[in-house]
């Protein structure tokens, strides 16, 4: 079993930063033979895609809409994937997730609890 617990969320104002983490762990678990997600879902909409980033961290994919705004990345010696935002925009405000997927499925089958970002403008 695989566990994800994300922290850094928070109230920011427009234009601001914040920095979320996700930290992974379980009895068998190996943080670098998992490729890791971000999502996000606002009140009244689903849940979209933000970032991911393959398991050695080379290879990494944005959505359009914060693509040059954010950054993920990962250490894999702490088992612990990032989120960095910056510019925020009150459209950026959502309860954010983080996702596991173990090489080579397509879905990701893990799931932090979540953490929510409030952008205040």
């Known amino acids: 079993q695989v566990q994800l617990v994300e922290s850094g969320g928070g109230l920011v104002q427009a234009g601001g930063s914040l920095r979320l983490s996700c930290a992974a762990s379980?009895?068998?678990?190996?943080?670098?033979?998992?490729?890791m997600g971000w999502f996000r879902q606002a009140p009244g909409k689903e849940r979209e895609f933000v970032a991911a980033?393959?398991?050695?961290?080379?290879?990494?994919s944005y959505a359009d809409s914060v693509r040059g705004r954010f950054t993920i990345s990962r250490d894999n010696a702490k088992s612990t994937v990032y989120l960095q935002m910056n510019s925020l925009k009150p459209e950026d405000a959502a309860v954010y997730y983080c996702a596991a997927r173990y090489f080579p499925a397509s879905e990701y089958g893990y799931w932090g609890q979540g953490t929510q970002v409030t952008v205040s403008s």
């Open positions: 379980g009895r068998t678990f190996t943080f670098s033979s998992y490729a």
């Open positions: 980033i393959r398991r050695s961290g080379d290879i990494r």
